[in-house]
C-alpha cells in the first residue's frame, strides 16, 4: 500500500499545468506535489498516476514517491485565487501526492544528454502505459541530481476512457516521432527484451492493488473495484508482449547541439 500522510500547509499551486496540482507540505515533514481528487481531470487522472507510476518504478525507472494524501481544505484558506479555492473545496479527502524534487530542473532535449539504453527503455515504457503526454514540448520530465526523472502520468492509459472500445484502443500503434527522447536514438525492441519479461501478472496485480478502491468504484460495466483491476492487467499484459512492434519512430535523427558554456556550468552547480 502507498504510504499515508496528511497536509498541514498548503503552500503554493503549480499553474503550468491543466489539474492545477499544488504544492503541500505534510505531517513526516516532507512537501509533496498534490494531484487533486476535484481537478478537472477526474479520479482516472490519479488512478493513471498510480498505476503508471508505480509500474515505472517497478521496472527501474525513476519516479518520485507517491503517498496517499489526505487534505483538508482548511489549510489551503490563504489561497486568493477563487477558482483554486473551488478546487480545494472540492479536494477534502483523499487525494495523490508525489514527492517534491527541490532545485530540479525540466528536462529539454537540446540541453540534455540521455544514454540511448535508458531512452529506449522510457520510449518502450510510454508504449506500454500509453502515454500522450512526453513530446518536446511537454517532456514531462526533470532533471534532479544529473539524473532523469518521470513524472505526470495522468494523460497515460488513455483507452480506460471508454472501457467499451478499450481493446481496440490498446492495440493502436503508439506514435514516438515527436517523444521528448526521440533525438537519443531509442531502440524500443532492447528494450522489450529486457523490461517485457518483468510485467507479470503477479506484477501488475501487486500495482494495480494500489489503488484506492474509491477511486475504482462505480465503473460502468464491472461489479467491483477488483474488476477493474484486472482489466487495466489484462491490457498491459497484452501490451508488453508485442507493443514494440507497434511503435513509430522519428524518420530521421537531428544531430544535437552542445549547450553553451554558460548553462552548461549553470545546470552543472544546480545538480552538484
Same mark, same amino acid.
Given at each position: 500500500?502507498?504510504?499515508d ?12 499545468g491543466g ?7 505534510a505531517?513526516?515533514?516532507g512537501?509533496?506535489?498534490?494531484k487533486? =481528487?476535484?481537478?478537472?481531470?477526474g479520479?482516472?487522472? &490519479?488512478v493513471?498516476e ?7 518504478r517497478?521496472?527501474?525507472? !525513476?519516479?518520485?514517491? &507517491?503517498?496517499r494524501f489526505? *487534505?483538508?481544505?482548511v489549510?489551503?484558506l490563504g489561497?486568493?485565487? /477563487?477558482?483554486?479555492q ?11 501526492g508525489?514527492?517534491? %524534487?527541490?532545485? #530540479?530542473l525540466? *528536462? @529539454?532535449?537540446?540541453v540534455?544528454?540521455?544514454d540511448?539504453a535508458?531512452?529506449?527503455?522510457i520510449?518502450? *515504457?510510454?508504449?506500454?502505459i ?5 513530446s518536446? !514540448?511537454?517532456?514531462?520530465? &526533470?532533471?534532479? +541530481? ?6 505526470? +502520468?495522468?494523460? #497515460?492509459l488513455?483507452?480506460?476512457h471508454n472501457?467499451k472500445t478499450?481493446?481496440?484502443? =490498446?492495440?493502436?500503434?503508439? @506514435?514516438?516521432s515527436?517523444?521528448?527522447? =526521440?533525438?537519443?536514438?531509442?531502440r $524500443?525492441?532492447?528494450a ?7 510485467v ?6 501487486e500495482?494495480?492493488a ?7 468504484a462505480?465503473? $460502468?460495466g464491472f461489479g467491483? $473495484?477488483?474488476?477493474? !483491476?484486472?482489466?487495466?492487467?489484462? %491490457?498491459?499484459a497484452?501490451?508488453?508482449a508485442?507493443?514494440? /512492434? ?7 535523427q537531428? @544531430?544535437?547541439?552542445?549547450?553553451p ?12
Amino acid at each position: 500500500m502507498l504510504r499515508d500522510v496528511t497536509g498541514i500547509r498548503y503552500v503554493t499551486p503549480l499553474r503550468e499545468g491543466g489539474s492545477v496540482p499544488g504544492v503541500v507540505e505534510a505531517d513526516d515533514l516532507g512537501t509533496y506535489v498534490v494531484k487533486f =481528487s476535484g481537478a478537472a481531470q477526474g479520479r482516472k487522472a &490519479l488512478v493513471a498516476e498510480v498505476i503508471a507510476g508505480e509500474l515505472g518504478r517497478r521496472l527501474g525507472l !525513476r519516479v518520485p514517491e &507517491l503517498v496517499r494524501f489526505d *487534505f483538508d481544505p482548511v489549510i489551503g484558506l490563504g489561497e486568493p485565487d /477563487e477558482e483554486i479555492q473551488d478546487l480545494l473545496r472540492a479536494s477534502g479527502g483523499l487525494n495523490l501526492g508525489m514527492d517534491f %524534487l527541490p532545485g #530540479s530542473l525540466g *528536462f @529539454d532535449p537540446l540541453v540534455f544528454g540521455v544514454d540511448p539504453a535508458e531512452a529506449s527503455r522510457i520510449v518502450w *515504457f510510454d508504449a506500454l502505459i500509453g502515454n500522450v503526454d512526453r513530446s518536446w !514540448r511537454n517532456p514531462n520530465m &526533470l532533471v534532479w +541530481h544529473r539524473n532523469l526523472w518521470l513524472i505526470d +502520468h495522468g494523460a #497515460s492509459l488513455i483507452w480506460h476512457h471508454n472501457w467499451k472500445t478499450a481493446q481496440t484502443a =490498446s492495440a493502436k500503434a503508439y @506514435d514516438a516521432s515527436d517523444h521528448a527522447l =526521440s533525438r537519443f536514438s531509442p531502440r $524500443p525492441a532492447a528494450a522489450a527484451a529486457e523490461l517485457a519479461p518483468q510485467v507479470t501478472a503477479e506484477l501488475l496485480a501487486e500495482v494495480t492493488a494500489l489503488v484506492p478502491d474509491e477511486w475504482l468504484a462505480d465503473e $460502468p460495466g464491472f461489479g467491483t $473495484p477488483d474488476d477493474v !483491476r484486472g482489466a487495466y492487467g489484462e %491490457l498491459l499484459a497484452a501490451r508488453a508482449a508485442d507493443v514494440h /512492434e507497434r511503435i513509430t519512430l522519428a524518420p530521421v535523427q537531428r @544531430d544535437r547541439q552542445p549547450p553553451p558554456e554558460w548553462l552548461r556550468t549553470w545546470v552543472e552547480g544546480k545538480n552538484a
